[in-house]
């Protein structure tokens, strides 16, 4: 059963840059897209971009500008970076693997990690 | 303000069948067969149980069945049980080559 975990600061002070790491265990990161996605009382569930093994990423194009992820096939793992970041980008982030037919739906997901934007 | 428009909240009665809207656009949920629905129950991760409109991924139980008509997708779940009771979301592929979700909806089970 794959499994994923979120991990990365808690706490980010505005203008600075959020970084989280998602590890994959209990299967390959290779063959499947990986996404981010957050999730605000206000706004809901909003996907942030994805990552395929191979590198190849797309991004929502609300987010584009501040928003890299990359991935690490040697540790199993793929990360996120939002920059700039303002009390809005205060979200609970999940990590989540695409299925095996598309990158349009996630089949498996990590437990999320809530991370606050507060000077 | 979300992408998908559904309702806030839907109830019934153990049994019971009730069904969730998710109304789009032509440029996403009516011009691509690629609709999912997620539950979520409080403080816990959402799970995949209805994708490309009508596909269901293995171990979700065939009370829940997936459609779609025009712009409006819908999640029925057929003889609701207790368990059924979670937040449900909605999401589409857009034309711009993105995701959009609805804003959830919180099943009661009276």
């Known amino acids: 059963q794959v499994q994923l975990q979120e991990s990365g600061p808690g706490l980010v002070k505005p203008s600075e840059t959020l970084s989280l790491t998602c590890t994959v265990s209990g299967g390959s990161i290779n063959y499947y897209y990986w996404s981010w996605i957050r999730q605000t009382p206000g706004k809901g569930l909003e996907w942030i971009g994805y990552?395929?093994?191979?590198?190849?990423?797309n991004y929502n194009p609300s987010l584009k500008s501040r928003v890299t992820i990359s991935v690490d096939t040697s540790k199993n793992q793929f990360s996120l970076k939002l920059s700039s970041v303002t009390a809005v980008d205060t979200a609970l982030y999940f990590c989540a693997r695409t299925g095996s037919t598309g990158w349009t739906h996630f089949d498996f997901w990590g437990q999320g990690t809530l991370v606050t934007v507060s000077s | 303000q979300s992408a998908l428009t559904q309702p806030r909240s839907v109830s019934g009665s153990p049994g019971q069948s009730v069904s969730i809207s998710c109304t789009g656009t032509?440029?996403?949920?009516?011009?691509?067969?690629?609709v999912s629905w997620y539950q979520q129950h409080p403080g816990k991760a959402p799970k995949l149980m209805i994708y490309d409109v009508n596909k269901r991924p293995s171990g979700v139980p065939d009370r829940f069945s997936g459609s779609k008509a025009g712009n409006t997708a819908s999640l029925t779940i057929s003889g609701l049980q207790a368990e059924d009771e979670a937040e449900y979301y909605c999401?589409?592929?857009?034309?711009?080559?993105?995701?959009?979700f609805g804003g959830g909806t919180k099943v009661t089970v009276l």
């Open positions: 032509s440029s996403d949920v009516g011009g691509y067969n690629f």
């Open positions: 990552i395929h093994y191979t590198g190849d990423t």
């Open positions: 999401c589409s592929y857009a034309r711009t080559y993105t995701l959009v």
